[in-house]
């Protein structure tokens, strides 16, 4: 049977029931901050009228815009079974280095290797059971590693292939995985592929990249690059214009050549026979570009804030392209030069494992919602093992650069509406900070973490949720000691170019410098990526840190944190011991606990006879404690009484 395509004859019910429908009509929401309750009240009007009442806004062309996207995927999200035997990955706890600012072993004060293979202890002894580095490929670092010139070397400042190899073996002697952030829909602009094709447009580099004749002038379309201005620049050697959708040197690939692909796949072979255990792929849901790179919608963009996103954040190749590169590059042909130990239940370690035959990926995929994440991520689909849903990291109305206080509920509704869609096949990853956002326990506390107890509070509140909730935890460095955003006082301390950029780009538009400075306070990424802090002086390197940090509080170091059992990171070892003890905690079943209450952020995990409750006062003030049926005891916070302290959480046993 044919399926029926929509039209501007559809309601918009009709509409929200299909998937794409669902993720647009959700985003656009999300970004406007409208009402949830208007979905459903709307239910009955047809896309047509919507498009005529809302053309004086929007200029026209949404709806057929909207069509496009839905009518051009046909799947629809599994509702399989749950894969058995469980894969690794779903019961474990990723920590993220971000290794330019992880540990200096040679005091040149930027991170390197040999910095990551001494504190690998540190890792291990927290619990964690894989290691993601961001890039640590050769590199100008236009934007910091994010430009790869050559995908089979180390940049220099990080050290070698043999430091790399070292670095393998470490985690897996102690029971940890490794995956590296591959970079592959773009590449620098001194990568060689780049060079031949720019020396020879005509060659068979020439269509690596989006190299188009034109004008200088005038670029052949309006999208905007993510870090300011034109995503056009023109090659005066090349006598064409090349497509960035990021900085000037981060020149777009074209994965519709097959040569494009089969590097891509060789190079994630040859790193794999070396021992790495999969990838986290950057921005890998842009790596689809419509055909003809037609003009993006300026209201959507003046909505999104960059021009020309509907027509590369979900490409009409995208799935043909992901299951071609786990087919053809994740899956093992050789076997590697090492693999991890077993981590038993009560943290000892075994003897080393088999190869896994397919390497672990993990897609960053800026703008996909819930139901295109089952799409390119469900088990049996043959592409993404997990992707990385933005959505949870601002309120609704809100980016990362608007200064406001976040509310808490937020998170719960969206755990919530998560935890209802997803069917067995289906698995998220659960995560709060990483490398391009600044530190979510500032966002939290709303200037109140300043006071030390508050900082640990939130610390741990926020860690319980993370470590407990169902899903695939991603820590990023720091996380586990607390870490907030820094005290920058001007854009010269910065080293972030989109924040940088950003900075530059709301000068020259008129901004008031004060109101542009507090923007790009509040949402750099430079608050996440200054150097760690081993030390209550800072102990990360020997020389001037390549960033600066601000945050020089007592208590807050590592060598304190680690010392202190009533710690944040204590906190996070012993969460993590927990859930390693205890598979309810990892794999079980989640039901929530008084759902309607904002502050009462509470839920079961069961499997079995074993059932835990997780509670969590969300907010600064003291709330009555809810009623729970049960013998209910303790095992991490407490005592759990009558009322729950302001941030306080607790993880008990239900008998």
């Known amino acids: 049977m044919a399926r029926k395509l929509l039209t501007p004859k559809s309601t918009v019910a009709s509409l929200y029931r299909n998937p794409v429908g669902r993720d647009v009509v959700d985003k656009l929401f999300l970004q406007t901050g409208l009402p949830r309750r208007l979905i459903y009240t709307m239910g009955f009007l047809r896309l047509g009228w919507i498009e005529k009442a809302t053309a004086p806004v929007t200029g026209g062309g949404m709806v057929d815009m909207v069509l496009t996207l839905v009518n051009g995927e046909p799947d629809r999200p599994l509702k399989g079974r749950a894969p058995h035997p469980t894969p690794w990955w779903r019961e474990a706890v990723i920590y993220q280095v971000y290794p330019r600012s992880f540990a200096d072993s040679n005091g040149d004060g930027v991170g390197d290797i040999r910095g990551i293979v001494g504190k690998l202890d540190y890792l291990a002894d927290l619990g964690v059971d894989c290691v993601w580095l961001s890039p640590v490929f050769a590199s100008p670092n236009v934007d910091m590693g994010y430009d790869v010139s050559d995908y089979r070397d180390i940049m220099a400042e990080m050290g070698t292939l043999e430091d790399m190899d070292d670095l393998i073996k470490g985690c897996h002697d ?41 004008d200088p002038g005038t670029p052949p379309n309006n999208w905007t690059s993510f870090f300011s201005g034109s995503a056009w620049g023109w090659n005066e050697e090349a006598g064409k214009w090349v497509l960035h959708l990021f900085a000037d040197g981060q020149m777009d690939l074209n994965w519709e050549s097959d040569s494009v692909r089969d590097e891509v796949a060789d190079i994630v072979s040859w790193w794999m026979k070396r021992g790495i255990d999969g990838f986290r792929l950057d921005v890998i849901n842009y790596i689809s570009k419509r055909h003809g790179l037609p003009d993006g919608h300026p209201f959507i963009g003046k909505l999104l804030e960059f021009i020309g996103v509907e027509h590369f954040f979900y490409g009409p190749r995208l799935h043909e392209f992901l299951r071609g590169l786990r087919r053809e590059g994740f899956t093992r042909r050789e076997a590697p ?28 995929t800026p703008g996909i919602g819930m139901e295109l994440g089952r799409l390119l991520s469900g088990y049996g689909r043959g592409e993404l093992d997990l992707i990385f849903n933005f959505d949870v990291l601002d309120n609704p109305g809100h980016v990362r650069w608007d200064l406001y206080d976040y509310q808490l509920w937020y998170l719960k509704r969206f755990y919530r509406a998560y935890d209802k869609h997803l069917a067995p096949s289906d698995w998220i990853a659960v995560f709060l900070d990483n490398h391009d956002n600044p530190r979510m326990l500032s966002k939290f506390a709303h200037g109140k973490e300043s006071d030390p107890a508050v900082r640990t509070a939130i610390g741990k509140m926020l860690a319980t949720i993370q ?25 010269e301390q910065l080293r972030d170019v989109e924040s940088i950029n950003r900075h530059a780009s709301l ?43 601000t945050d020089t509080v007592e208590g807050f170091s590592a060598e304190e944190q680690v010392a202190d059992p009533d710690s944040v990171y204590s906190w996070h070892k012993d969460l ?27 839920y079961q995990r069961k499997l079995g006879g074993e059932v835990f409750l997780i509670e969590c006062n969300t907010s600064d003030k003291r709330r009555k404690r809810p009623h729970v049926a049960g013998r209910i005891v303790p095992v991490m916070g407490g005592p759990r009484g009558r009322w729950m302290e302001p941030w306080e959480a607790t993880v008990s046993r239900v008998y």
Do not use: C
Not at 486 to 491: N, S
Not at 525 to 549: C, E, I, K, Q
């Open 174 to 214: 102690r029971g940890m995985r490794l995956i590296l952030d591959l970079v592959v829909n773009h590449t620098s602009d001194q990568h060689e592929w780049f060079r031949q094709a720019v020396a020879d447009p005509e060659g068979p580099y020439g269509d690596y990249y989006f190299m188009v004749d034109g």
């Open 337 to 364: 030069a090492s693999t991890p130990r077993r981590r038993l239940p009560d943290g000892t370690l075994g003897e080393p494992q088999g190869p896994d035959m397919i390497g672990f990926m993990v897609g960053e």
């Open 467 to 491: 470590l407990t909730m169902r899903g695939t935890p991603f820590l990023f460095q720091g996380q586990e000691l607390a870490a907030i955003n820094h005290a920058f006082e001007d854009v």
């Open 507 to 549: 000068l020259a538009d008129g901004m008031d410098p004060k109101k542009a400075w507090a923007q790009i306070l509040a949402g750099s990424r430079d608050h996440s990526r200054v150097p760690m802090r081993w030390t209550p002086d800072g102990g990360f390197s020997d020389g001037p840190a390549w960033l600066a940090g």
């Open 576 to 602: 993590i011991s927990l859930r390693r003890r205890h598979r309810a905690l990892t794999i079980g079943s989640l039901k929530w606990v008084h759902k309607r209450n904002r502050f009462y952020f509470a």
